[in-house]
């Protein structure tokens, strides 16, 4: 039986003016995948998942998510999903505790599941002692795995994080990894934007894109192989290469 998407895009186009940032985009993600969004800063990624997240509107394309068009049920979306800024997730002059208070009660959790939602998480992210620390207080990478906790507080279908490894050391990126894996095995789908190549290896499929447009998609193995190297950021190096050879013509 044919899976059907939990992410559906078809010829995604958005401009800004005549500056096309995202150029046909066209793709599928499905149920507890975890998707990687790839590519060089400026390639158009966050443009296209803001768009998905139902905080910005296409110039046009057929997209779904969560069954819900982003056309017409942008609201709804976003109650179905969770969203990681890479420069905005928590409020850092309020506490750990007062931060998942505040977006437990955006999500529309009740006041019980909200207390045994919280006190599950401060367990899992060992932060029962920091409970009432300042976010500023925290390591970043603390931080981060924090934000991305609140991010699926409310058990979304789909969480999106955009950049959220940005600025971390590679320690603390495997760590921030490990809890990406879990929430994928729970059944939550992940889609994750990032500019380390090193991290498509995680992914169950990546897209890479570049200047607006979507140059390879499929599983990290087979990418390695059509290109016949041994890592993504070969991989990227050879269509980076090609795309220069294609404009020198």
Sequence with gaps: MQQIPVILVRH?????GTFVANDDLTFDVFKGEVFGFLGANG?????????LCGLSRPTSG?????????????EAIKKRIGY????????????????????????????????????QLLGQLDLRKQRDTLIADLPLGWQ?????????????????LDEPTAGVDPFTRRQFWELIYK???EGITVFVTTHYMD?????????????GKIVALDKPAALKKHYGVGSMNEVFLRIARSEEEADSR
């Design 62 to 74: 057929e997209l779904r998510v969560d069954g819900l068009d982003v056309h017409k049920q942008a």
């Design 84 to 119: 990681m800024s890479q420069k905005f997730s928590l409020y850092k002059d309020l506490t750990v505790y007062e931060n998942m208070r505040l977006f437990g009660g955006i999500y529309g959790l009740s006041l019980h599941d909200l207390k045994s939602r919280i006190d």
């Design 199 to 211: 991290e498509a290896e995680y992914c169950d499929r990546v897209s890479i894109m570049s200047e």
């Design 144 to 160: 981060q795995k924090l934000a991305f906790s609140v991010a699926i507080l409310h058990h979304p279908s789909i969480v999106f």
């Design 43 to 51: 390639a158009g990624k966050t443009t296209a998942m803001r768009i």
């Design 183 to 185: 929430a994928a095995y």
């Design 12 to 16: 995604l186009v958005k401009k800004f």
